[in-house]
């Protein structure tokens, strides 16, 4: 079973930034994607994105150019990069990640605990 822990949620001022981190631990395991979604009280779970394996990026409309995903392969971890951050990016934040039992050759799912990001003057 894959692990997944967030850091770096906060409170921040609109325009501000912050760098969110998620590090996956267990062992035996390959990681394929790793994403990020996030939840505002009241609303549905919504995507805002994810990075694959090999480095490709995806992005939700209302989060592109203002947030940038990253990954470190060596260190299971993958980050996200927000800037410009307006009221509207407030909610818990999940990190996610598909990934492969390599003993098994089976593929299954992982959810992080979320971090409260809290954009507010």
């Known amino acids: 079973q894959v692990q997944l822990v967030e850091s770096g949620g906060g409170l921040v001022q609109p325009g501000g930034s912050l760098r969110l981190s998620c590090a996956a631990s267990g062992s035996g395991f390959r990681i394929n994607v790793m994403g990020w979604f996030r939840q505002a009280p009241g609303k549905e779970r919504e995507f805002v994105a994810r990075?694959?394996?090999?480095?490709?990026?995806y992005y939700a409309d209302s989060v592109r150019g203002r947030f940038t995903i990253t990954r470190d392969n060596a260190k299971n971890t993958v980050y996200l990069q927000m800037n410009t951050l307006e009221s509207e990016d407030t909610a818990v934040y999940c990190c996610n990640a598909d990934w492969t039992n390599i003993l098994l050759g089976t593929a299954a799912h992982s959810w992080g605990q979320g971090t409260q990001v809290t954009v507010s003057s």
């Open positions: 990075i694959t394996s090999v480095g490709s990026t």
